[in-house]
């Protein structure tokens, strides 16, 4: 049977990625996600899963790297700090075609920032925080089940996609004790892809828009995993043919599969007259907002985004048929805004409510900004 408990929400995120099968996690404390770590730290070892504290943050991402590669499901959390040393890695996972997920609680910032403040401020950095072009998966929760939900979907998407995950979360959602429901083993799907028996150095060898079979270590075959841009064996190659056609099964595996990927929530979307955009922890007070501004009779909406990246782009282009105004709202200087901006329509009027001082917005804020926007 399914429990209803109140959990912080950094522990919903270890209890679901357990649930979903993680059984390797490397990392190093930083606040506001340590209690992620601390968590693993006293669970694993019970359950025979493997938990090391590593030097630092770098080291983290590299083992889970290796451990993937060795067949384990594999996990690491952090904060912007940690997550800016992790990106190098982030870039080897992406050209080796490694699972992985990573969250990243995130702080206010630049630098060490405000350790014990929110912010939503790390989203550009999710999509291109290291270097080349490459694709990325990141989701961003903004309610108690979603935390469960979408840690668990993080798992699967890097074992179907092969491809590292990353999962977004707010200091406030990773802090704040929740009422949440966690569900009963086998109602919800556990992605596991098996092992496939490689007779050949070709493990890199396919069709665009398909994914490379699951391989690991101590199967009795030679394979070669490198970070330079590789050939169909996985050794170096500098070929214009060959890079051009690695790059795209990189991108394509991901962007063939946008409906599987991308996910979305829409409130009140229907006849709604002016759109509030936001996600995370900003999402719920929009949402609070725009229910007292329906009450108001004024016909507002909320798209809340929980894939982030791919940026759900296909879905606000059709909302933007109908709904000629939108607010986005989002704890930074302006990061989402610009996404927003490129694919309106330019009959659309386009407001934004930001906010970096660590200091989540209240419904009322988004209230006031609706109804100015209303007007």
């Known amino acids: 049977m399914s429990q209803r408990k109140v959990l912080q ?4 995120v270890a209890k679901a990625a357990l649930a979903a099968g993680c059984d390797f996690f490397a990392g190093y404390p930083i606040t506001p996600s340590s209690e992620i770590a ?24 590299g083992a889970c790297i290796g451990a993937s590669l060795a067949g384990r499901k594999t996990l690491t959390a952090t904060s912007g700090p940690g997550f ?21 609680v995130m702080r206010g910032g630049p630098s060490t920032g405000m350790p014990t403040k929110p912010a939503q401020a790390d989203l550009m950095q999710a999509r291109w925080g290291t270097h080349g072009d490459h694709p990325i998966i990141a989701l961003y929760p903004a309610f108690s089940d979603e935390i469960f939900s ?4 993080a798992f699967n998407l890097a074992e179907k996609y092969w491809n590292p995950v990353i999962l977004l979360l707010d200091e406030v959602l990773g802090k704040a004790h929740m009422d949440v429901e966690i569900p009963e083993p086998g109602s919800y799907e556990v992605y596991w892809e098996k092992t496939h028996e490689i007779k050949d150095l070709n ?27 590789h050939d169909a064996h996985g050794w170096p190659s500098f070929d214009a043919k060959t890079v051009d056609k690695m790059q795209k099964l990189r ?21 709604a007259e002016v759109m509030v955009f936001s996600f995370g922890i900003s999402a719920r007070s929009a949402l609070a907002a725009v229910k007292t501004a329906r009450e108001q009779g004024i016909k507002a909406g909320l798209f809340q985004a929980l894939t982030i990246w791919p940026f759900p782009r296909a879905a606000l282009q059709e909302r933007f048929k109908k709904t000629k105004k939108v607010l986005t709202v989002e704890m930074n200087m302006g990061q989402m805004k610009y996404e927003v ?8 009027e386009k407001q934004t409510l930001l906010r970096a001082n660590g200091m989540p917005f209240a419904p009322a804020e988004v209230l006031d900004a609706i109804k100015e926007f209303a007007k």
Do not use: W
Not at 84 to 104: D, F, K, T, Y
């Open 9 to 12: 929400g950094n522990i919903i």
């Open 203 to 229: 493990i890199y060898d396919r069709n665009l828009g398909e994914n490379p079979p699951r391989i690991d270590f101590f199967h009795g075959y030679p394979i070669h995993i490198d970070s330079l841009e």
């Open 341 to 348: 901006e490129r694919i309106a329509p330019c009959d659309v």
């Open 251 to 271: 991108m394509q595996k991901i962007y063939q599969n946008l409906d599987d990927i991308i996910k979305y929530k829409e409130y009140f979307m229907d006849d």
């Open 150 to 153: 979408e840690t668990v979907r």
């Open 84 to 104: 800016s040393l992790m990106q190098e890695h982030v870039g080897m996972a992406v050209i080796a075609e490694v699972p992985v997920v990573i969250v990243n």
């Open 38 to 61: 601390q968590y693993m730290s006293k669970e694993m070892p019970k359950m025979e899963r493997t938990f090391i504290q590593m030097e630092d943050e770098i080291a983290s991402l």
